[in-house]
């Protein structure tokens, strides 16, 4: 029997994007076959697709050829030796890295995440990265309280709409910067909108908040973004950079204004944050943050921004959609009953 995945074959653009068909085999010790109901398309995937990608074995990029898909919801099928975590027909939901846009995956069981069956795989797949992104940038890397103030920069995204329902649930008041079409998603939840093709930022919320913000969320991660948010902040104030750096020597230049604002000046804090700490150490506040979202998601207290669905194998199209910058919210991949 065989199934059918996504492959890069080189790096590139979206039509570096291949369907091709891998044979299916029988779970291994420790391991689960899942049969993918969703799986996130994402900026990581962008940037592994293009070489770019500071977090893979290659010193630029994941090696060639492989499949991109950084989480996926999806229905357990099949379960190898010693497997006690999961059961077959169990819904469950997986942090990938890569390998998610394909029809089935194979996952170590005890680093799989219990879904609901009751909640629908496109929107509980948002949850499994974008969602956890947000989440502890808010709540374990800055700490937020309700009644602070704050900025996103880039908030129309995955991350970014993801960040405005969840800020907008802890009680903060809110600033976003985002193109003038995409306002509208903002001010749903009560968030003030900037421009960033005609406005500066750093411009409006001196105006606004001439005593300063206390966090500034940065999905951008370039030193121009973290400069200016730096300089919005007062005195305690947090900025924590989620977004991928355009390369090395962006990161560098951001690793030195981060150990400068830390240990020399102290007045504010600079944060890089990454999941990579879900593979190299201690996974349970990961864990308890999917349940806490999950939790959410089950009451209806967040509601996933989902702007196009694509059946999985039409990867290299959602690819091409997301890098459009014409997004607000998320893009997922679905099987066909799902569309």
């Known amino acids: 029997m065989k199934y059918r995945s996504v492959i890069a074959t080189q790096y590139g653009g979206p039509e570096v994007l291949q369907v091709v068909e891998n044979d299916l085999r029988s779970p291994r010790a420790g391991e689960a076959r899942i049969r993918v109901l969703a799986a996130s398309v994402c900026r990581p995937d962008i940037t592994a697709r293009r070489g770019e990608a500071l977090y893979s074995g290659t010193p630029l990029g994941q090696k060639i050829p492989f499949t991109p898909g950084y989480a996926v919801v999806g229905v357990v099928e099949a379960i190898g030796p ?74 129309s995204g995955g991350i970014g709409t993801a960040l405005l329902q969840l800020g907008s649930l802890a009680g903060l008041t809110l600033y976003g910067t985002a193109s003038a079409d995409k306002h509208p998603t903002l001010t749903e939840y009560g968030v003030t909108p900037i421009d960033y093709h005609t406005q500066d930022f750093v411009e409006v919320i001196r105006r606004a908040e001439p005593d300063g913000l206390d966090a500034v969320f940065d999905g951008v991660s370039s030193i121009e973004t973290i400069h200016g948010g730096l300089a919005l902040l007062r005195r305690g104030g947090r900025l924590v950079s989620f977004g991928e750096p355009a390369g090395l020597p962006a990161l560098f230049r951001i690793l030195k204004k981060m150990i400068a604002v830390n240990l020399l000046q102290r007045e504010k804090a600079l944060k890089l944050y990454g999941t990579s700490t879900y593979f190299l150490g201690d996974r349970k506040p990961y864990l308890e943050d999917w349940t806490t979202l999950l939790r959410l998601l089950e009451e209806r207290k967040i509601k996933p921004v989902i702007a196009k669905k694509f059946p999985i194998l039409e990867a290299a199209q959602a690819n091409d959609l997301l890098e459009s910058g014409q997004v607000a919210g998320n893009v997922v991949l679905v099987t066909p009953e799902l569309l």
């Not at 937020?144 to 704050?150: Q, V």
């Open 82 to 155: 010693g497997v006690r975590e999961v059961a077959i027909g169990e819904r469950v939901g997986a942090l990938t890295i890569i390998g998610g846009y394909s029809e089935v995956i194979y996952w170590k069981s005890s680093r799989l995440i219990p879904i609901l069956p009751a909640l629908d795989p496109p929107e509980a797949v948002t949850l499994i990265l974008n969602y956890l992104v947000a989440y502890q940038a808010l709540h374990r890397s800055a700490k937020i309280k309700a009644g602070e103030r704050a900025l996103i920069i880039g908030a």
